[in-house]
């Protein structure tokens, strides 16, 4: 079986491929584990300068593989901190490509990618109210800061998807890309960033991040904290459960 998360690097570009087709790239405790240490190889990798995180042409992310949340004795929200905190902790650039689904973590994700490019099938969502748990991954500060309070708000509370047009306009997305090009673009992006003066690209993310994403593993443990409560609860169980048995009616 391959690698639900396979790694290449090319021109000085890591090459990160979340390969969990069946479930829509959905992350179970394993593939967030796999995830971290991935992304924890590019950065430690000298031939790497630029990371370039994406799924398929017609699937992203689709956000915690809600198995694991609707097994009590499951693995929980901590699978998710360990890639939360490796992502985090990236001092090399992050660029997302994003086609077809990127839900509840596969949004969240690209808050803390330094550039995403989404084709224009691309489809995202925070559906956390909806299925009774809260905003994680920093969503809470970075949706705000990113979109504005109302906008955020309204995305967040009413767990709505939304299109990659919405998407730029809350700040998710940087460019949308005609589908068939989407990864030959941000392939030649990643590369050309990957070209730049080394020290001033690291300098500059590292200003960038500095103010918007300072105590960013407290927010995380703070979110998750109240994700972690919600989770018990009757709303959120039903919710799971109605998507996990939604095709056997
Ligand atoms: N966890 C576990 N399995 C998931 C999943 C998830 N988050 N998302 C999708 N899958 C599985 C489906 O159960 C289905 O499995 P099956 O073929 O055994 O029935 C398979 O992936 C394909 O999903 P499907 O819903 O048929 O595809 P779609 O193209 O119609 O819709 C999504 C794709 C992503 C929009 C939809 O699957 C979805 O909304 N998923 C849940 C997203 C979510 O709420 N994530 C958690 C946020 S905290």
Redesign the pocket.
Known sequence: MDPVVLYTVRNSVAEIELNRR???????ASMYMLLAETLGKAERDPEVRVLLIRGQE??F?????????ADETGPGTKPALALMDAVQSLKKPLIAAVA??A????TTLLYHCDVVYAAENA?F????V??G?CP?FGSSRLAPLSAGYRTAAEAILFAE?FDADYAVRAGIVSRIVPALELLGYARARAEKLASMPRAAVLESKKLLKNHSFRDMPAVFREELAVFDALLESDDARRS?AA??N??KS
Not at 103 to 106: E, L, Q, T
Request: glycine share 12%; charged share 30%.
């Open positions: 069946d479930s829509k790239n959905a992350l179970d017609d699937m992310c689709a956000g915690n593989d809600l198995k694991d949340f077809g689904p839900v509840g973590i596969g489809r969502g925070m559906p956390f909806a299925l748990v994680e998807q799971i998507f996990l939604r095709k």
